[in-house]
């Protein structure tokens, strides 16, 4: 008897011990990161802390079955069982919950949830199967199940990577382009991870925003904003942002000015919410700035149109977003533009840039040299849309609540004549942290949907883009949308852009304008991010880069269009967009030769040291 104690006793005590290893692993996951370099602490750490969220879960499963399993004694395993449930459910809710980079709780705790459940399942299963009469056909129904979702996991597995090389116009990218040959991963995580799991979590990530009634209108015009309200009207007139550093959150909520009254009032922002008890309309306005008209006219505005010596210029920037995933995520937009190309009686053409190739695996590198054409500029650099400033009347969007060019670009100046980005840093989207970075359930890299007053946060975007257009129909225009909807660890929201992104383009006027739509890299978060296999690495690394262009301003161009084609295949970077968007915009300075224009003249084959690409980062197969 004293024999079998002792031995329930360390059969116990080990069971116990299992339980103490997981809080030990799943507090070893929660290391705060870097609060310098927290991107990079993180890339180089995330391998070890998944891996801790993972044996942290093994222990916590195995700590469950040796409860259930154990021939402790039905008093033992009650205790042992009822340990391990309040022990995991203590460790979970009383450490640190934080979504952000640094404290990134919020994104321990999903993994270890997403983790545990499986294996907890399959414990609690087989527990209930041993002591049935019908475990033999329990048994086979599981195993005919795992059987099923083997093979269908095998068969996309096996197709995973068809159709990878794909382009536009039924192109391929060429593997073995001279001074960068491509090596085609034997598996896409990417691609099975949205066969797996955009049908089941996407839908909860991209599900509608709940719509607000229109109980207020803006008058047809006029300024003026009447509502439908019995009670008094909240009017919200949010700040215009410019040049603003810290806390974005703090500035739009301390700053706002709000005014109750009935009857119509006179709207002087650019962005104002109404509110009638619980229900919030969001209104918009693009107001003509004189300055701007001005600078670029040279005169009072006139009330005829002024013919465009330059196209107009609309870049539509997606964080985070492979050339692939423009195919996987936005397959109405790639339509679009198949359909723009095949129309003879199209006024423009469309092109790709398949060898498009970032510079690191985060957004600072890639915008730095994007927009400033420069690796490491001093700071206060100039933008391409300072430098275009002279000819162009500017407007930026930006769906984060954060000073976008102080942050990445060095940047401390108010650089465009509209800018819209108050409406980001709303409690509703933002949430009411001011210091969190980078939260899992709200914002603009959050998993789920992305809602404002009703409508999706890209949607406000979109409209104001048109109202800007709309606002200087006699005058050259340059606009920049950015979007985040692809910057986020679960791998589902970005299809949420493609109707609304589709539309909208389907509303410019492709004679005059010229649109670039692009990334700076690929997907670089989450569990795909983690496994760091060659396919993710080159879903990191090849970025998309496609262009819309007038044919008239090609025809002007001479051979644009036989360069143009000549560098779908070539290496290019984020210094050649810099270049190509000053040369739409009819920038006849000096251009650095490793920022050249893929209109002006036809790239010769190169590999990453001559494109400027670190090695480290260097996908070519071959490096030079």
């Not at 060429?174 to 960068?180: A, F, V």
């Not at 959150?249 to 709000?258: K, P």
């Not at 006699?474 to 539309?503: I, R």
């Amino acid at each position: 008897m004293h024999m079998r104690r002792s031995r329930q006793f360390t059969l116990a005590a080990g069971a116990v011990l299992l339980t103490v290893a997981g809080q030990f692993f799943y507090l070893g996951s929660l290391a705060e990161a870097d609060p310098v370099e927290t991107e990079a602490w993180l890339k180089a750490n995330l391998p070890w802390l998944g891996l801790q969220v993972l044996l942290s879960t093994v222990c916590f499963a195995l700590g469950f079955a040796a409860a259930l399993f154990l021939p402790l004694g039905r008093r033992a395993s009650c205790a042992l069982l009822g340990w391990c449930l309040l022990s995991m459910l203590l460790l979970l809710g009383m450490t640190n919950h934080e979504a952000s980079q640094r404290m990134h709780g919020a994104y321990n705790f999903a993994g270890f949830v997403i983790l545990v459940t499986p294996q907890l399942l399959v414990v609690f299963a087989s527990r209930i199967c041993c002591g049935s009469k019908y475990s033999r056909h329990i048994a086979v129904i599981v195993a005919s199940v795992i059987f099923c979702i083997t093979a269908l996991v095998a068969r996309s597995v096996h197709h995973s990577t068809a159709g990878w090389e794909r382009g536009l116009f039924g192109t391929q990218l060429r593997l073995s382009n001279p001074g960068c040959t491509t090596v085609k991963p034997r598996i896409s995580l990417a691609h099975l991870w949205s066969d797996f799991v955009d049908p089941t979590f996407g839908r909860w990530s991209r599900r509608p925003c709940t719509a607000e009634p229109a109980f207020s209108r803006r008058w047809s015009g006029s300024e003026l904003i009447d509502a439908t309200c019995d009670d008094e009207t909240e009017f919200m007139l949010l700040p215009t942002l410019k040049g603003q550093l810290g806390s974005m959150i703090a500035y739009v909520q301390d700053r706002a000015v709000f005014v109750r009254r009935k009857g119509p009032f006179n709207l002087t922002t650019e962005a104002a919410v109404v509110t009638c008890g619980k229900h919030r309309n969001l209104h918009l306005r693009v107001p003509r700035d004189h300055d701007a008209v001005m600078r670029v006219s040279g005169r009072p505005p006139p009330k005829e149109d002024v013919p465009l010596a330059a196209p107009n210029i609309v870049v539509i920037f997606v964080d985070a977003l492979s050339r692939n995933d423009f195919f996987r995520k936005l397959p109405t937009t790639m339509h679009l533009l198949e359909n723009v190309h095949g129309d003879a009686n199209s006024p423009a053409d469309v092109f790709q840039l398949m060898l498009y190739h970032s510079l690191s695996f985060h957004t600072r590198p890639n915008t730095l040299a994007m927009f400033t054409g420069e690796a490491q500029p001093p700071d206060s650099p100039l933008t391409l849309w300072e430098l275009l400033r002279p000819r162009y009347v500017t407007a930026i969007v930006d769906n984060t609540c954060l000073e976008w060019s102080a942050k990445y670009l060095h940047n401390r100046s108010a650089v465009a004549d509209h800018r819209l980005n108050a409406p980001w840093c709303l409690p509703e989207y933002a949430g009411v942290s001011r210091d969190e970075q980078y939260p899992l359930l709200y914002g603009a890299w959050s998993v789920q949907r992305r809602c404002i007053a009703g409508r999706a946060v890209h949607e406000w975007a979109f409209e104001y883009g048109r109202r800007f257009i709309d606002a200087y129909p006699d005058l050259p225009k340059f606009l920049m949308l950015k979007f985040t909807e692809a910057h986020e660890p679960s791998y589902t929201v970005a299809n949420v852009l493609d109707t609304a992104l589709a539309q909208f383009l389907a509303t410019l006027d492709l004679n005059t304008t010229a649109v670039v739509l692009l990334s700076d890299h690929g997907y670089h978060m989450g569990l795909l991010n983690i496994m760091d296999t060659w396919g993710s690495i080159l879903e990191n690394h090849r970025p998309g880069w496609f262009m819309v262009l007038p044919k008239w301003w090609l025809a002007a161009r001479g051979d644009a269009e036989e360069n143009l084609r000549a560098n779908e295949q070539s290496l290019v970077t984020p210094f050649n967009v810099f270049g190509t968007i000053l040369d739409l915009g009819g920038w006849d300075d000096q251009i650095d030769p490793h920022a050249r224009s893929v209109v002006r003249e036809a790239i010769p084959p190169r590999g990453c040291t001559r494109a400027r690409v670190p090695l480290r980062r260097c996908t070519c197969a071959k490096p030079e």
